[in-house]
Structures are given as C-alpha cells and as structure tokens.
C-alpha cells in the first residue's frame, strides 16, 4: 500500500517577512515522515485571499494537509476564515470550541471578548483539538478525501495538538519508512553521481548524499528512505561504489557543512 501523501501550509505574513523561523515545518515533516506520511510539499503563504487557493488546491490531491498559525485573535490570524472560503463551508461559532475557549479565558483570569470568541469560530463540521498550553483551538475538517489538521504556529502549542490529532487520526498512519545510512570518507559526491542517478529512476526510493569532511578531508554521507521497505538493494548499490571510489567507511559527521568536489582533491 502506498504511502499517504501529505501537504504542510505555514501561514503567516511574518514568516514571509523573515521574522519568524519556520521550524514548524521541519518539525511536522519529520514528524509525518515517522508516521510514513509522504510529505509532498510545504507551503509558506500570506494572511490572505491567497491562503484560501492554497487549501482549495490541495483538496482531493493529497489525503493529508496539516496547517500551522493564523489561530489567535488579532485581525490577521484568518486561517479558519480562509479554509471555510476554500471548501465552500460556511463559518460559525463551534460550541465545543466556544467552551474551550471560555474555559482557558477563565483559568487565566482575563475577560471574554469578542476577539477571543472569534477563536472559536470553525468551518461548519470541524472537530475541536484543545490547546493545553494557549487558547486558540484547532481541529481537525475531513472534505473531499482530504483531512486538514489545523493548528496553532506556537510551537510549544502545535506539538501536543498535533500528537492528540495523531490518537484520532489512526487509520492514515502506515508506520515508518526503511531508513539506510552511512558516512565514507576518502571520496566526493562526483564519485557516486552515476549510481545515484541510475537509482533515483525507482520512485519507491529516495537516495540522497551528501558532503560531509573538511578541505582536504573529503566524505560524503549516503542514505537511503523507502516507504515501501525498499532500501537494502539501493544502500547496497551506492555503499558498492564508494568503497569501488575508494571510499572508507567513516563514523557519522552529523551536519558538519560540507566542502565542494574541487576543494576535496588537491
């Protein structure tokens, strides 16, 4: 069975900006990726109309979408608003939401306003996820053959949200791909670049390297992903041809920036 694919949407014009890192996203790719979730793209858009084509496009491609930001109650934050635009929904005051809500706002001891009654506000047929650190829920929408997950852009509250979305969401989880890695020193990219190429041709595979090592301490790092259990004859393959280029078997570099191919020989 092949593996579920999924897309990852950050919105937020101050991701734009530059002034928020997106570790949200990298975050939910590894996370996904260990779920054997096939993560096909990641999407960074505007507080805006355009948001809404994102989601509309993504309905019925993928059976995955989890988005991140745009929950709280400042003028900008529009992502339920956009996503009731995109599936044609309308947007309402969710009463499970609305306690929520209501109940974070009283622990805190703040007043009920009504932007912080809009965090409620849901496209119609939207499950609430708590938030157990903020305020803002998420929730999870099923449309189309699509799931959404949407959550907040706080990673202290994205993290949990997403890990209680994962207990109501069993049925799409496959397991973790096969994984296959090794560090070779003494050889570049170039090396391998043949039998990395004939291997990229399966689809059920992906095989990547790397530059790892130092100026004039040359290593490349080779791994292997398959979400179809194939991995043992393509590691196989390009661990032949760096010991074929020369290549030592060397103890990981982790991610120590690599050097280009013309500073490896010299």
């Not at 053959?145 to 069993?170: D, I, K, S, Y």
């Not at 004039?216 to 041809?241: H, K, M, N, Q």
């Amino acid at each position: 069975m092949s593996a579920p694919r999924a897309w990852i949407v950050t919105l937020g014009n101050e991701v734009l900006l530059g002034e928020v890192e997106n570790t949200n996203a990298w975050w939910l790719a590894r996370r996904l990726t260990s779920l054997g979730v096939a993560v096909r793209r990641m999407v960074t858009s505007p507080d805006d109309e355009e948001s809404a084509e994102v989601f509309r496009d993504a309905i019925g491609r993928v059976e995955l979408v989890v988005s991140t930001g745009g929950l709280g109650p400042t003028y900008d934050d529009r992502t339920m608003y956009l996503i009731s635009r995109a599936l044609g929904l309308p947007l309402e005051v969710n009463p499970r939401a609305e306690e929520m809500v209501r109940r974070r706002v009283a622990e805190r001891g703040f007043q009920m306003t009504p932007a912080r009654l809009k965090m409620a506000e849901m496209p119609r047929g939207a499950e609430p996820l708590e938030n157990r650190v903020g305020t803002a829920p998420g929730a999870i929408l099923r449309h189309g053959g699509t799931t959404l997950v949407v959550l907040p852009g706080v990673p202290a509250e994205m993290q949990p949200m997403f890990e209680e979305a994962v207990g109501r969401l069993r049925d799409l989880w496959r397991g973790p791909p096969c994984r296959r890695e090794a560090t070779f020193s003494g050889i570049v990219e170039a090396d391998l670049a043949d039998v990395l190429s004939e291997l990229s041709r399966n689809g059920r595979v992906y095989v990547k390297t790397q530059p790892r090592g130092r100026p004039g301490a040359p290593a490349v790092r080779i791994l292997v992903i398959s979400f179809e259990g194939l991995c043992d004859d393509a590691f196989s393959r390009l661990e032949e041809a760096a010991r074929a280029a020369g290549g030592v078997p060397a103890p990981s570099l982790g991610d120590a920036q690599g050097v280009a191919d013309a500073d490896h020989h010299g």
